[in-house]
């Protein structure tokens, strides 16, 4: 598959599903690509600015630029058999 198909293929993911986080080993899972090619496709999406990397390295989509600055992700913790969404 070609660099500028894996571009196109990754953008439609992250287009299709509002919300992703993906860090590179699953996203090169999701594409059946090599680590090199994965990280080349992902810095090619952030270089675009439709991609942009979170503090905890995950790759997001920059929609506007500041979100990603604001949100955080949801935490979930077990508690002796019940649990809880805690989102921050």
């Not at 953008?11 to 919300?19: A, C, D, L, T």
Request: glycine residues 6%; hydrophobic residues 40%.
């Amino acid at each position: 598959m070609s660099h500028d198909t894996l571009v196109d293929r990754l953008r439609s993911e992250f287009v299709e599903m509002p919300g992703l986080w993906l860090t590179r080993e699953p996203t090169q899972c999701l594409c059946g690509v090599e680590r090199a090619v994965c990280q080349s496709v992902l810095d090619a999406l952030v270089h675009a600015k439709f991609l942009c990397v979170t503090s905890d390295g995950s790759y997001a989509r920059d929609t506007d630029g500041a979100t990603l600055a604001r949100a955080h992700p949801a935490k979930a913790s077990v508690r002796t058999g019940t649990w809880s969404l805690k989102v921050s």
